[in-house]
């Protein structure tokens, strides 16, 4: 009987979509990082793949378990994720950041990543004990006080990017949970008055990444650099694309990043806007259908984890491709399922099998 | 109702990501299909180009400042496949009579090359500057034609300092990739071997660059940006090329090495191998073509015999036993012992190398006359182990510490290695062996030299160097390890290589030159061939040494015709440049 539950509402759509992307994400990865003299079983899109294993693995394991489990790990998850975003400053720092941890030599992991999934834990929690209706501001404070502390070691790793990723996580639960439309909105707009005081903190590079956007002709050889290269690589794709393994920008190495925050350039040089609508359409698929179940679940804490879970997959995809196109200042998000990057692939994936956990598991009145 | 309300809520997140998602849509519509064919042709002729500024590598000169390697800038016509596309053959066409070139061969050379379409394709090599002009003239009417520049290195003495200065040859992959990106670039050419690899950190300039905007003809608008480029260092070295030149013209045919070394502070004058190659060749892409022909034969023209080649030193090894002996007290320099022409050694027969025998020698008359059963006689009383730290006090078995890649240890054998690795006891036959340079003794030409200047300087072990100034400033200097000696041992060894060389019936006679002493000592080794090697060390002035030399010629036969002849002409080189 239980068995038959699971599999009707085994949601398939929410299972296939991610893989398909997935599967374009590879064969972006391979072209991007391609060496003529290196052997298939060394390439980065292999180990992707490895990554993608694992991660499909996960959807199976936590889809069979209960969603509502996880209200018991939110905060031993989110005490470690603090743990691990404080060890990352004792670790050297690579690239001028200290972002990753080292397991073992043999693959680094980005608590960053973590923290985003303990966040979301800790809120869900928070907003299935607390009733807006309800709430005093001091207890109120606490949900702020919950994204606040990672989201600052986050920034001072420095990370901009996914701690950005925060603010829209937090404030899209916050509404569905019920919250003061009105108010939300005026956080907004403090948040942007508060943004130049914001640009005092950030480090050089990102102050001039940002200003750089703001005028890409300023700083040619530098941040400039990156986006014209990136537009270029994009626009000359065309309709169809210029075909796998193709794309003169990628090969030329004119694309700087581009097997990770700028992979996008890559598809839309090789697959044109073909293949760039069809990666657009498919996480549209999983956004939508993320909301939906965050809308459909009348439980609070797996409608709030659907909620935060699926507005992190789309402000990353949303930031990823508006700052790969010029839309936006280069950040630093990675497209989730298709920049190559261990962590970020199986946090992507842990929040996909989360929905569809929450899916099967919830209780229908 | 909060179940609906949470659902209009979702709902309306969900619109919001919408139209996020379709403000993406439309940009990329933008991008992609309006102004797709803009882009397109952006990144057909990406504006954006980085012109390399080359630096010159540094020269090596010799030590009177000829120069004998140098690089100039020579100049390809390339096309890049991609950009030239239908036109290649009109501008074949119109190519060919500037560069004197068939047309067909021209279109062999573009089709054979197989490279991706992005890279481009060699069309002529080497071309005059008059020719790089009038096709640098011609280029806006060729799309895909350019014009490179690379420095190309040139040796003017040829083959005969070939192993010495070793050649340039572009990085393996794995090299690239282990590369510092400020420092070189993938395409850069590094020393390979000889003072190119040695002092490559020297010579090796850093590749400047302009940043640049181009219009759509690729032609200069704006620079984005300059770093200037940094020369390589010209490197000077201790070495006379003419001397070089004019001992490897002698070893012409031959198989072997001389080094010759001036004892002021232990500079090398000469390092000649034989055969040898043309480093010139190295340097081209086309010369590179035949170099395999260099690395397959037999006779390994590319080692450097001097430094790398290992060879039993014979008799020009009793001077360790000889020193051995009277160092231990075993052995009284007015001692004389009888030669009968052999000895029987543990029941079994030695022979001296003159079968008739010696007759009576004393240890001058024995080093003169390399009489094998005096040093089998010394060198068992003296015992094996004396030997072998006499040996290594002279710097074999080990390494010189010369400035040049590949140097070769030798080897003396003892007691304790033969024990150890071939599970077999020291015999006194195995001594006897060894106090006359035989057995399982290996030595490089280099230490043999070494071990001369040791005697020739009374006791100065001398680090050879081929490393004499470095942009102008001297960097070399006197640097020796002190062989603990009784002078009156080293006279008497001394005087045995005067008499080697200066008395009638001395083995070396042949390397006497008028007007100059020379001392030595001849050694005749066997390969395991029916020619042996030939081997003469020495030095001269003999009262004052201002200058040591070895000469080796592998299965040269006698030490003292094949061998000492070579350094009688090259004693005549010296005296006449005055060396000596």
């Known amino acids: 009987m239980r068995k038959r539950v699971y599999f009707k509402n085994f949601d398939k759509v929410l299972f296939l979509t991610p893989v398909l992307i997935f599967i374009i994400g590879i064969l972006s990865i391979y072209s991007a990082s391609f060496k003529a003299h290196e052997m298939i079983q060394q390439t980065l899109a292999v180990k992707q793949m490895l990554w993608m294993g694992i991660g499909i693995l996960l959807v199976f394991l936590i889809a069979r378990t209960d969603y509502f489990r996880l209200v018991d790990w939110a905060w031993p998850v989110y005490l470690f994720s603090l743990l691990l975003l404080l060890a990352v400053f004792f670790v050297p720092a690579r690239l001028g950041a200290h972002r990753w941890i080292s397991i073992g030599g043999v693959f680094n992991i980005q608590p960053s990543e973590i923290a985003k999934l303990a966040v979301i834990l800790m809120l869900a929690r928070f907003f299935s004990n607390n009733r807006p209706e309800f709430i005093s501001k001091a207890r109120l404070a606490q949900a702020f006080l919950i994204v606040a502390v990672p989201f600052l070691l986050i920034l001072k790793e420095p990370d901009l990017g996914t701690g950005l990723i925060l603010i829209p996580i937090f404030l899209s639960m916050l509404y569905l949970w019920g919250y003061s439309a009105k108010k939300i909105l005026l956080m907004i707009g403090l948040g942007i008055l508060a943004a130049p005081l914001l640009i005092l903190f950030l480090k050089d590079y990102q102050r001039s990444r940002i200003l750089v956007f703001l005028n890409p002709s300023m700083d040619p050889l530098g941040a400039g650099y990156t986006i014209i290269q990136s537009k270029i690589a994009i626009g000359s794709g065309g309709f169809f694309g210029k075909g796998l393994f193709s794309g003169t920008q990628n090969r030329l190495q004119f694309l700087p990043e581009k097997h990770t925050d700028f992979i996008f350039g890559v598809i839309g040089e090789e697959g044109g806007f073909v293949a760039s609508c069809t990666v657009l359409f498919l996480f549209w698929l999983i956004i939508r259908r993320g909301y939906q179940i965050a809308g459909q679940t009348p439980e609070r804490f797996g409608s709030s984890l659907a909620c935060g879970m699926t507005t992190m997959i789309a402000f990353q995809t949303v930031i990823n491709l508006g700052m790969t196109m010029g839309l936006l200042p280069v950040v630093g998000v990675p497209l989730p399922l298709v920049s190559y990057g261990g962590t970020s692939v199986i946090v992507t994936m842990i929040c996909i099998a989360t929905l569809i956990n929450i899916k099967i598991h919830r209780p229908l009145f | ?580």
């Open chain 2, 1 to 580: 109702m909060v179940y609906q309300k949470g659902e209009i809520r979702a709902g309306r997140l969900s619109l919001f990501i919408f139209i996020l998602i379709f403000i993406i849509f439309i940009s990329l519509f933008r991008l992609q299909v309006l102004k797709g064919s803009y882009y397109y042709e952006l990144s057909e002729k990406n504006r954006l180009r980085v012109l390399y500024l080359e630096p010159p590598r540094g020269k090596i000169l010799d030590r009177k400042g000829r120069t004998i390697a140098a690089s100039r800038l020579s100049f390809n016509c390339t096309v890049i496949p991609r950009e030239a596309k239908s036109t290649i053959h009109e501008t074949i066409r119109v190519i060919s009579p500037v560069l004197k070139v068939d047309e067909l061969r021209l279109e062999e050379s573009f089709k054979k090359s197989k490279a991706g379409a992005f890279q481009s394709v060699i069309l002529a090599e080497d071309i005059s500057l008059a020719e790089a002009i009038t096709i640098e003239e011609m280029l806006d009417s060729m799309p895909g034609v350019l014009i490179e520049t690379r420095p190309q290195r040139e040796y003017p003495y040829r083959d005969s300092a070939a192993h010495l200065l070793g050649y340039t040859g572009p990085m393996t992959d794995q090299e690239k990739e282990a590369i510092d990106p400020l420092e070189y670039r993938p395409t850069d050419w590094v020393g390979r071997d000889g003072v190119e690899k040695f002092y490559e950190n020297y010579l090796h300039g850093r590749a400047g660059g302009i940043q640049m905007e181009v219009n759509s003809r690729g032609r200069f608008m704006r620079s984005l940006g300059v770093r200037e480029p940094r020369d390589g260092r010209n490197v000077e070295l201790t070495v006379d090329a003419e001397l070089q030149k004019f001992t490897q013209d002698l070893l012409r045919n031959k198989k072997g090495s001389v080094i010759v070394m001036e004892l002021g502070e232990g500079g090398i004058l000469a390092m000649n191998s034989a055969p040898s190659f043309d480093s010139n060749l190295f340097a081209s892409t086309r010369g590179r073509k035949e170099v395999g022909r260099y690395l397959q034969a037999v006779h390994s023209p590319m080692m450097n015999r001097g430094i790398r080649g290992q060879f039993p030193p014979g008799s020009i090894f009793k001077m360790i036993t000889a020193l051995a002996g009277l160092e231990n007290g075993k052995l009284k320099s007015t001692a004389s012992f009888h030669c009968p022409g052999f000895l029987l050694v543990g029941g079994k027969r030695f022979n001296c190398w003159d079968h008739s025998g010696h007759g009576a020698q004393r240890l001058t008359e024995a080093l003169a006359h390399s009489c094998d059963v005096y040093f089998y006689l010394t060198g068992i009383s003296a015992g094996s182990e004396s030997i072998y730290s006499k040996a290594v006090e002279f710097g074999f078995s080990q390494k010189s510490g010369i400035d040049l890649p590949g140097e070769g240890i030798g080897f003396v054998p003892n007691r304790e290695w033969k024990k150890k690795k071939k599970n077999q006891a020291w015999y006194d036959g195995d001594t006897a062996n060894l106090a006359i340079g035989q057995g399982f003794l290996q030595v490089t030409p280099l230490q043999a030299l070494v071990m001369t200047a040791a005697l020739a300087t009374n006791g100065d072990r001398l680090a050879p160097h081929v490393l004499h100034k470095i942009d102008g400033v001297k960097v070399s200097e006197r640097h020796g390890v002190r062989v603990p000696m009784t002078p009156a041992y080293l006279e008497a060894v001394k005087k045995g290589l005067d008499a080697a060389v200066n008395t009638e019936t001395g083995t070396g006679r042949l390397a006497r030159y008028p007007g100059v002493r020379v001392a030595g000592k001849t050694g005749t080794s066997q390969s395991g061939q029916p020619e042996d090697h030939a081997w003469f060390v020495g030095y001269a002035p003999a009262e004052k040494p201002k200058v040591a030399m070895v000469v080796l010629i592998e299965h040269g036969g006698h030490g003292g015709v094949a061998a000492a002849s070579v350094a009688h002409e090259i004693f005549g080189f010296l005296k006449k440049e005055n060396y000596l």
